[in-house]
């Protein structure tokens, strides 16, 4: 009998103090334009940014509602409102806890080095894509890449005004490269 009370009061001293041990996340956190960056958070830290985000939710849609009214508003605009293109961020708790920073930096160093090594793959593709086309072509798509850029600016600034704080991003990297440049 007095080896079940130990045994039991041993689980319980334990259980307090796994709980009491600060967990540490790989968080993904996906910005307005698709940009992908991972943080390792703590778990009040993680609950601080998806309260975040789940406010930046609340006021997306009327803002974005703002923001398609003044982009029309403006005659000088040729091209559409990219509201397709603009959306809220997202964030995505990983399913693996760590004991320390430590542990969950190495993760992340080898998770942000394929990143790094696919957003570059993108870029290029991008940049080549542009090397091909005609002046008339590169023009037009040359708008089209000028409008997603402002209307993405045109959104952060108003959810920044609305929150009262700036929304995080990840940079807007899609360059306009010259017709017919070389590499």
């Not at 960056?37 to 939710?57: H, I, L």
């Not at 894509?129 to 850029?149: C, G, I, P, V």
């Not at 209307?151 to 017919?180: C, Q, S, T, W, Y």
Request: with cysteine; aromatic share 8%.
């Amino acid at each position: 009998m007095k080896l079940r009370v130990m045994v039991f009061l041993s689980m319980v001293m334990l259980t307090a103090v796994l709980q009491g041990a600060e967990q540490f996340f790989i968080v993904k956190l996906t910005d307005m334009i698709g940009g992908v960056g991972y943080k390792v958070m703590s778990a009040d830290e993680y609950k601080k940014a998806f309260q975040e985000v789940q406010e930046e939710m609340r006021v997306f849609p009327a803002v974005l509602a703002d923001c398609k009214k003044e982009w029309s508003a403006d005659k000088e605009r040729t091209e559409a409102f990219p509201s397709s293109k603009i959306k809220v961020r997202k964030i995505a708790k990983g399913g693996a806890t760590y004991p320390s920073v430590e542990k969950a930096t190495l993760k992340l160093e080898r998770l942000e080095d394929g990143l790094t090594a696919d957003r570059l793959a993108v870029l290029d593709k991008h940049a080549k894509s542009f090397k091909n086309m005609d002046e008339r072509t590169h023009a037009r798509e040359a708008a089209k890449l000028t409008a997603f850029k402002d209307g993405f600016e045109l959104v952060a600034k108003k959810m920044e005004e609305k929150l009262g704080r700036p929304v995080e991003n990840f940079g807007f990297d899609l360059i306009i490269p010259e017709p017919k440049a070389k590499p």
